[in-house]
């Protein structure tokens, strides 16, 4: 197969997603790599019929990447994730009135185009988190205790663009980070970065079922088949506070050649898949919602 990989300059040195074009590369295939924020490109001749197999996206939010994955779907290529889905993931704002539409447990939501609008948020929804709706890796992500704060914040916040603020989840101060790939779920622990310094340890730990259920979900309602769900384990049960398409994956046993099958198996069927909320009878944790085909080579 022939399969591009766009990937900014943010990434050029991840392991992720450049090991997974070695791998796919080793075995037999070819792959393409763009590098969008840092090329003059002849886009309408770097993206038409017939050029790829598929396309993969690893760029920033705000990166030029999603633009070249549009066109490349315009054109009929298929794209890994489903452009759409990626487009309602990447802004947070879209992202939370989907999520809330369809049942997943998020936070409200409030979002204004100029900081000072924040302040007109009811002092009782304190402590706030407030992050830009385009952000990605923690990017921009701060705790905002009282209002007071918030004005102490505005020159940081004013250049930021649309922002969002939501409700602080009272939490033990650790991050869930749960990953699929292509129907597979996996947990991982890490320290939060609104609570830094606690020594947390990033490690893999079991799914919760009623975790997995959550996260399952997220890829039904987006479209996703390649994501990571950030989950707080609140008072009142999970929540969801953020959705990735093609996170890291860290921490995921052998990733890279799990990561590449999928890839594979995404491109060859030209479509996305419906992940079902499964839950494994007797058990109450599991990190498995369906099987990828170990074959795919």
Not at 40 to 51: F, M, P
Not at 94 to 104: D, E, F, H, M
Not at 172 to 195: I, M, Q, W
């Amino acid at each position: 197969m022939r399969l591009c990989f766009l990937v900014e300059e943010h990434y050029r040195r991840d392991g992720m997603p450049l090991d997974v074009a070695r791998q796919l590369t080793s075995w037999g295939h070819r792959v393409d790599v763009l590098r969008p924020g840092d090329s003059l490109l002849a886009i309408s001749e770097a993206v038409r019929a017939g050029s790829h197999d598929a396309w993969v996206l690893k760029t920033v939010s705000g990166g030029p990447g999603l633009t070249l994955l549009e066109a490349a779907a315009a054109v009929g290529l298929t794209t890994v994730n489903d452009v759409r889905s990626i487009r309602g993931v990447r802004d947070k704002a879209l992202a939370s009135v989907i999520a809330r539409t369809r049942g997943l447990p998020t936070p409200v939501t409030y979002a204004a185009a100029r900081w000072e609008r924040l302040a007109e948020i009811p002092a009782a929804e304190y402590p706030l988190v407030v992050k830009p709706a385009d952000g990605s890796s923690g990017r921009g992500v701060r705790l905002v205790a009282g209002p007071d704060d918030l004005i102490g914040l505005g020159p940081e916040l004013a250049g930021e663009g649309l922002l969002i603020a939501q409700p602080y989840v009272p939490n033990n101060g650790t991050d869930l980070k749960v990953y699929c790939v292509d129907g597979e779920l996996f947990a991982t622990e890490r320290e939060s970065p609104l609570h830094p310094g606690q020594g947390v340890c990033e490690r893999p730990v079991p799914l919760p079922a009623s975790v997995a259920r959550i996260a399952a979900q997220v890829g039904e309602v987006f479209g996703l088949d390649l994501y990571g769900v950030d989950v707080l384990l609140g008072p009142d049960g999970p929540v969801v506070v953020d959705v990735n398409d093609f996170p890291s994956f860290r921490q995921v046993p052998d990733a890279v050649e799990r990561v590449a099958r999928a890839v594979l198996r995404l491109a060859r069927s030209g479509t996305a898949v419906s992940v079902p909320a499964l839950v494994p009878a007797g058990g109450e944790e599991y990190g498995r919602v369906g099987l990828v085909d170990g074959g795919l080579r």
